[in-house]
């Protein structure tokens, strides 16, 4: 009996030294990553550029951040949604999440230490923010590729100069008797990127076109997945996928991720050159926070894809 092969993500090596913008494997590069993006909407990157002491240091940090009594995590407010801390829901009582606004900048990550830890704790701080600058670059070499492979280059610097960053560490606590093994159930993110890491647990899922479900199982310091998100599916007008996605936890093993997700402060709208007779126009241009706001409604969480019901033309 044969068994059946399971799918796999791309995995796209990110960290060769030839990949200079211009070079023939900078040209093949990017040609495969906005094929993953449109066929998978996510992809294996390998990424040296976060050291293994590094990867070390940010677990370590993140697992430190989580055993804060709850009422000092609660601290963590923001008035934009699933900005501040998540944790407690009943539905999803396996998971547990903060937020670092501006996750990549020297204020807010000592401003978030500082409510956290107000005698401070500079372990944390500084392994959070290195770690969060050198991701946000992996962010950026993305996000180049494709808008060069889309023919849009030109909007790149001005979309980088206008784009921010929201870094949540992430815990998921194995199941207890009864339990629903769900740390987090099926859904799309609004961002335009999101890059998440993991420690040697795995439960991620990723859900294909075709409906087949794809488990993560990389525990490679050097792995990270890059995600397309709702925003980044209405920019390209409808070419690159945004996946459904979840973690569904088995064993008895704590599982830390980091996620970094990017947000545009301009509004989101289809570059002209993405429009033709056989791409017309499929979204209406539109604030990337309003998006965020219309899905943490009622309607918004039922709907299967928020930036279809609320901006398609």
């Known amino acids: ?26 040209i093949s590069t ?3 990553v906005t094929k993953a993006l449109e066929e998978y909407g996510c992809f294996v990157a390998v990424y040296d550029r976060v050291p293994v002491e590094l990867h070390n240091a940010v677990f370590s940090a993140a697992e430190e951040l989580f055993t804060l009594p709850m009422e000092t995590k609660r601290k963590n407010t923001s008035d934009k949604p699933y900005f501040g801390f998540v944790g407690g829901n009943p539905f ?20 978030f230490t500082s409510l956290m830890w107000p005698i401070g704790n500079n372990h944390f701080s500084e392994s959070m923010l290195s770690y969060a600058k050198l991701v946000a670059e992996l962010d950026q070499m993305v996000k180049k590729m494709v808008f060069e492979s889309y023919g849009v280059g030109k909007y790149y610097e001005s979309h980088i100069e206008l784009t921010s960053y929201l870094l949540r560490p992430n815990k998921y606590r194995p199941p207890m008797d009864k339990e629903t093994n769900i740390g987090v159930s099926s859904h799309t993110d609004k961002t335009f990127i999101t890059i998440l890491h993991q420690n040697h647990v795995n439960g991620l899922q990723t859900k294909a076109r075709d409906g087949k479900w794809i488990s993560f199982d990389d525990a490679s310091p050097s792995s990270f997945v890059v995600m397309a998100g709702d925003a980044f599916l209405a920019w390209s007008n409808d070419r690159i996928h945004s996946p459904n996605h979840q973690v569904i936890m088995n064993g008895d093993e704590v599982r830390y991720s980091l996620a970094l997700f990017s947000f545009s402060n301009e509004m989101v709208k289809v570059p002209e050159e993405l ?23 009622d309607t918004g969480r039922s709907s299967e894809c928020t930036v279809r019901n609320h901006y398609a033309i």
């Open 1 to 26: 009996m044969v068994s059946e092969t399971l799918p796999k993500l791309p995995v796209i090596n990110l960290s060769n030294e030839n990949l200079k913008p211009g070079t023939s494997d900078w």
């Open 30 to 32: 990017c040609n495969d």
């Open 92 to 111: 999803i009582p396996l998971h547990e999440s903060l937020g670092i606004d501006h996750g990549n900048t020297i204020e807010s990550v000592q401003s």
């Open 275 to 297: 429009v033709d007779d056989e791409h017309p126009l499929k979204f209406k241009p539109f604030d990337h926070f309003e998006l965020l706001q219309h899905y943490y409604t």
